[in-house]
């Protein structure tokens, strides 16, 4: 029944249709249009451009098999080995076509490129709380300021939040992005070998803007604080917009928010690389250019939380505002997905996602009053070489990050804003099933997860699992073979649940009376960690859930437990106001 909610890209329909003929079919095509292909391609056969034209143009053919592998070889001398491998998955696809998959050449060139991309970017070792049996408290410090600034006045839906986060700096540092500033500290204070100074950037100070903090309301999908970057450099964004109103007779209008690129030096220090809003793309040592300009788009705009960076550039979503009509309302307005080069700031390029439709609730009246449910997009989420792009408004979609190629979409089930929804704060989930490998994708605005393929879709279909329907008491946390994981409700009490399709859920570890869970968890098939409002739980995922430890979270008078990052040998548990520096071994 989601046929009609389905679709594909361009590139990947024609390859499917392609494949679907039988061998006679498919050496008709690359008779009638091989030749054609290969002089293209010979006319220019160092030119990038040509390449691209020739592997877009003529799927299924040999010359797009060699122009993908040679913009490959593109990718890699430039050091992008997450583009490299795209290509070459791209090659794969039009040799499947041409039946020549083991053709020696190409099957030897293949080989030889993928074994250079392991070389130039091999793959991290196994994360050492993945095989931890005991948890160790380093050190508990307080995060904005010193002095007691109070517990939330009653408890939030989970991932309701505006939530901090965490990212590793080289040389074994840290940085925190807290809704007012900047955090950051090196790996000695990680090794608990010195409890501070911690280094704290006032970002409004910083970029001398008035003091901008992001908000959400309970209602909505929350505004998780999510850095990215690369090669020391961080990508934040800072505030959120907001849209305009009318205040009386006056018509505010609408204003955007900041997504900054800076250079943390030593601890205290940090510099500007570039800073990207509607006033236009500022860089010390450069003219200021227009927004316009910079991104391709015209009016306000509010970049999404949880931006992703790689290979050189940064990949945010965007919504752009609209100005109030002359009643006030400020429906409608755009969302896009811009690649950013990350050393500039400038727009690379940008595609139109959808028209933003948030959730509307009818509170009655004569005259048929609604109120929006003010949404967020989902952070982004990035596994070899495919985005996976999730807005909250009734879409999630994936492209392929060499240019932006549209691989799929998906128009969710929506749901009425009086029914339980998932956070939507969550980033797509990269999972392992029995059927392949994919994301588990929880939109805001539906009652439903979807667990959906990474790549072009299979003659499997897009969906790995049907779709499950679920609500807000939910947190998906990850899932392997036919198993998903979940913190949520049972009963009375919260507890670990494991769903499986078509069974009955299994709870595993049921917290203690007003025990409530905070933040996100970390979960593979050897381990899940998570933290409540008073502790952090180890669990061994390959015996039935086993605990193995608990630690009690010290409480600095900011209220207990967060979401959880795993930085080296440490977890960093980032609460509200508390960091607590965990060794899991």
């Known amino acids: 029944a989601t046929g009609k909610r389905r679709v594909e890209g361009v590139a990947v329909s024609v390859l499917a249709r392609l494949l679907a003929l039988e061998p006679e079919g498919r050496r008709a095509w690359n008779d009638r249009f091989g030749g054609l292909a290969a002089a293209e391609l010979a006319a220019d056969p160092s030119g990038e451009e040509t390449a691209r034209r020739v592997e877009w143009e003529w799927p299924g053919t040999r010359a797009a098999a060699l122009a993908a592998l040679r913009l490959a070889d593109g990718a890699l001398e430039r050091g992008e080995t997450a583009a490299a491998r795209t290509w070459l998955e791209r090659c794969e696809r039009h040799l499947r076509v041409g039946e020549e998959i083991f ?3 190409f099957e030897r060139a293949l080989k030889l490129r993928r074994e250079t991309i392991t070389l130039l970017r091999p793959a991290p070792p196994p994360a050492p709380w993945r095989r931890a049996v005991s948890l160790r408290l380093v050190q508990a410090l307080r995060l904005e300021t010193d002095r007691v600034i109070g517990r939330p006045p009653r408890p939030l839906p989970l991932g309701r939040t505006v939530d901090p986060g965490a990212l590793a700096l080289p040389l074994g540092g840290a940085a925190i992005q807290t809704p007012r500033g900047l955090i950051w500290f090196d790996g000695e204070v990680l090794a608990g070998r010195r409890s501070g100074p911690i280094a704290r950037l006032d970002l409004a100070e910083f970029l001398d803007l008035p003091r901008v903090v992001p908000y959400v309301y309970p209602s909505a999908g929350g505004w998780p604080l999510r850095p990215a970057g690369e090669n020391g450099r961080v990508v934040l964004v800072v505030g959120r917009g907001i849209p305009g109103r009318t205040v009386g007779s006056s018509q505010l209008p609408a204003r955007g928010n900041h997504l900054v690129c800076l250079l943390p030096g030593k601890p205290g220090e940090a510099e500007l690389a570039w800073d990207l809003a509607d006033q236009g793309l500022l860089a010390p040592g450069r003219p200021k250019l227009p927004c316009a300009e910079a991104t391709g788009l015209a009016g306000h705009i509010e970049f999404q939380p949880g931006p992703v960076v790689a290979d050189g550039k ?29 050393e500039t700031g400038r727009a690379l390029w940008s595609r139109l996602l959808t028209r933003s439709a948030d959730l509307r609730r ?7 009053v609604t109120s929006d449910v003010p949404t967020s997009g989902m952070p982004l989420s990035l596994l070899d070489g495919v985005l996976i792009v999730g807005t909250n408004v009734g879409l999630v979609c994936a492209f392929e990050i060499p240019g932006g190629r549209w691989l799929w979409g998906l128009a969710n089930q929506r749901r009425d804003p009086l029914e339980e929804g998932w956070p939507g704060s969550r980033p797509a989930l990269p999972v392992e099933l029995s059927l392949g490998a994919g994301f588990l994708v929880a939109p805001f605005d539906s009652s439903y997860l979807y667990a959906l393929r990474r790549g072009p879709a299979s003659p499997g279909g897009l969906f790995l699992l049907p779709p499950l329907p679920r609500g807000s008491r939910l947190d998906p946390i990850g899932g392997a073979g036919e198993e998903l994981l979940f913190l949520g409700r049972d009963g009375r ?21 007003d ?53 080296g040998d440490r977890i960093l548990v980032v609460g509200r106001d508390t960091l607590w520096i965990v060794a899991a071994e």
């Open 103 to 105: 053709d020696g050449p």
């Open 362 to 368: 009818d509170l009655g009246g004569r005259n048929g």
């Open 493 to 513: 009490h919260f507890a670990l649940r494991t769903i499986r399709p078509h069974r009955d859920p299994r709870s595993s570890l049921y917290l203690g009376e």
């Open 314 to 342: 940064v990949y945010v979503q965007a919504r752009v505002l609209v100005d109030p009509t002359a009643q006030g309302e400020a429906r409608g307005g755009t969302l896009h997905l811009l690649a950013l080069d990350l």
């Open 515 to 567: 025990e409530r869970f905070a933040g996100t968890a970390l979960a593979s098939a050897e381990r899940i960690l998570f933290a409540s409002n008073r502790a952090l739980y180890l669990m061994d995922h390959t015996r039935e859930d086993r605990l193995l430890a608990s630690l009690d979270l010290p409480d600095l008078d900011a209220g207990r437990g967060g979401s959880l990052y795993a930085i």
